[in-house]
């Protein structure tokens, strides 16, 4: 009887015990899930911030070459005007020369 008593008593505590154990357990691996879910939040935001940073580099290279392209196209068309000058002038000097 004695050791019924004992066996009684002993169940839930061993029970409790197995209980506070799975409990720990599935905290635990809830704790390591959240960590990883975090560390890849965090690669995201850092491969996002990468990207950013990259897509501004590109960006003023971008402008930089449209800045180059528009004024070598505007030196091309100068030179184009003073050959259209300089033309124009030898026209008028030959003019000159047929009338007299």
Same mark, same amino acid.
């Given at each position: 009887m004695k050791y019924t008593k004992l066996i009684i008593i002993?169940?839930?505590?061993?029970?409790?015990?197995g209980c506070d154990q799975q409990k720990?357990?599935?905290? +635990? &691996? %809830? @704790?390591?899930?959240q960590n990883a879910i975090e +560390? &890849? %939040? @965090?690669?995201?935001e850092n491969a996002a911030e990468a990207a950013k940073d990259q897509a501004d580099?590109?960006?003023?290279?971008?402008?930089a070459n449209i800045?180059?392209?528009?004024e070598s196209i505007q030196a091309q068309l100068e030179a184009d005007k003073r050959k259209a000058e300089a033309?124009?002038?030898?026209?008028k000097a030959k003019v000159d020369a047929e009338n007299k």
């Amino acid at each position: 009887m004695k050791y019924t008593k004992l066996i009684i008593i002993a169940f839930p505590l061993l029970f409790s015990v197995g209980c506070d154990q799975q409990k720990t357990a599935i905290e +635990d &691996r %809830k @704790d390591e899930t959240q960590n990883a879910i975090e +560390d &890849r %939040k @965090d690669g995201v935001e850092n491969a996002a911030e990468a990207a950013k940073d990259q897509a501004d580099s590109i960006a003023e290279i971008d402008k930089a070459n449209i800045e180059a392209n528009k004024e070598s196209i505007q030196a091309q068309l100068e030179a184009d005007k003073r050959k259209a000058e300089a033309a124009a002038e030898a026209e008028k000097a030959k003019v000159d020369a047929e009338n007299k």
